[in-house]
Nanobody, 126 residues
Framework: QVQLVESGGGLVQAGGSLRLSCAAS????????MGWFRQAPGKEREFVAA????????YYADSVKGRFTISGDKAKNTVYLQMNSLKPEDTAVYYC???????????????????WGQGTQVTVSS
């Protein structure tokens, strides 16, 4: 198994930036595809960004394209989500997730992920 711990959330004004970190332990995250999801109050958990193990495939939700960037540091077993030009509608709990590499996994589907972090709150004020 892999344990995931998110950090870096907080309160920021609209237009500001935050960088979320997801530290993995138990297994190197190079063995997994990695994703970021978010969940706002009263809403379903939704896809934000994901990367294949190799980094060769990267997906972003339409709502964050051009503003968010997913990246990783293999040596640190850490994946990041750089969030720029934040909007109030980005307010949510953000979750890091890991998907066992199968070659067939859907990187944007919540149900396809095997391990989840505890979440970190991001609040964007107007």
């Amino acid at each position: 198994q892999v344990q995931l711990v998110e950090s870096g959330g907080g309160l920021v004004q609209a237009g500001g930036s935050l960088r979320l970190s997801c530290a993995a332990s138990g297994r190197t995250f190079s063995s997994y595809n990695m994703g970021w999801f978010r969940q706002a109050p009263g809403k379903e958990r939704e896809f934000v960004a994901a990367t294949s193990r190799s980094g060769g495939i990267i997906y972003y939700a339409d709502s964050v394209k051009g503003r968010f960037t997913i990246s990783g540091d293999k040596a640190k077993n850490t994946v990041y989500l750089q969030m720029n030009s934040l909007k109030p509608e980005d307010t949510a709990v953000y979750y890091c997730a890991a998907q066992r590499v199968s070659g067939l996994g859907n990187l944007v589907a919540v149900r396809e992920y095997d391990y989840w972090g505890q979440g970190t709150q991001v609040t964007v004020s107007s």
